[in-house]
Each structure stands twice: as structure tokens, then as C-alpha cells.
């Protein structure tokens, strides 16, 4: 079972920078997909980016195109969101989840979905809170 902890939210000014961190944990975590998503107060929670199990397929929402870049270490066993220009509009508590969908060589290359049914674990959540 993945297990996930993010951390580097915080307060940032509008226009401001951020990276959120996520770390996983477990078994065969390769073969995990994973995302990021958030939540604002009073909304559901919405999707933002997914990346591939083997980093090869990465997917943004259009609120995030073009300022938000995820990526992942496995080495480091860590995800992450850089998050550039960033507008009050993006305060929420962020996400991250992961689902499982194995792979092989010389199969389909692995993908990403921001379909928040299919993940299977999330992490605590972080905060992020974009003002002046």
C-alpha cells in the first residue's frame, strides 16, 4: 500500500512561487500514478496534474497549464508541483494521490488520469494560501 506525505505549503503574495513535495513510501511504488489535486474552501475537490508511474505522460488542468510543473523523482521516492504566478485564486489545500497501474516493457507506455475516482490513496494535504 502507497502511503503519501506532502509538505511545502505555506502563505506566498500573488505573482509569488511555491513548490509542494510529496513523499511515497511502500511497496513497488513504480508502478503507481500519481496527481496532485485541490481543494478550496466550500468546493469539491478538483484535479490540477497527474503524472505517469514512469514519468513519461503528464496531464495539467487548464487553471494550471503553463504555470504549474509537476515532476517526479524515484530515487528521491518524491513528487512534485513547482507552482509559478501564482493568483488567490489557487489558495486551497492541496493533494496528493495515487493510484496503481502497472506497466512492462514493451507493453502500452503508462499514463495519467485526473479522474478523481480511480485514485486509491491520498496524503493530508497541505495548505496553500495565495494574498497579499
Known amino acids: 500500500q502507497l502511503q503519501l506525505v506532502e509538505s511545502g505549503g505555506g502563505l506566498v503574495q500573488p505573482g509569488g512561487s511555491l513548490r509542494l513535495s510529496c513523499e511515497y513510501s511502500?511497496?513497488?511504488?513504480?508502478?503507481?500514478?500519481m496527481g496532485w489535486f485541490r481543494q478550496a474552501p466550500g468546493k469539491e475537490r478538483e484535479g490540477v496534474s497527474c503524472i505517469a508511474s514512469s514519468g513519461g505522460d503528464t496531464k495539467y488542468t487548464d487553471a494550471a497549464k503553463g504555470r504549474f510543473t509537476i515532476s517526479r523523482d524515484h530515487a528521491k521516492r518524491t513528487m512534485y508541483l513547482q507552482m509559478t504566478n501564482l493568483e488567490p485564486e489557487d489558495t486551497a489545500v492541496y493533494y496528493c494521490?495515487?493510484?496503481?497501474?502497472?506497466?512492462?516493457?514493451?507493453?502500452?507506455?503508462?499514463?495519467?488520469?485526473?479522474?478523481?475516482?480511480?485514485?486509491?490513496?491520498w496524503g493530508q494535504g497541505a495548505q496553500v494560501t495565495v494574498s497579499s
Open positions: 511502500g511497496y513497488d511504488t513504480e508502478y503507481y500514478a
Open positions: 494521490g495515487g493510484y496503481w497501474e502497472p506497466w512492462s516493457v514493451g507493453g502500452p507506455p503508462p499514463s495519467c488520469t485526473l479522474e478523481k475516482k480511480k485514485y486509491e490513496v
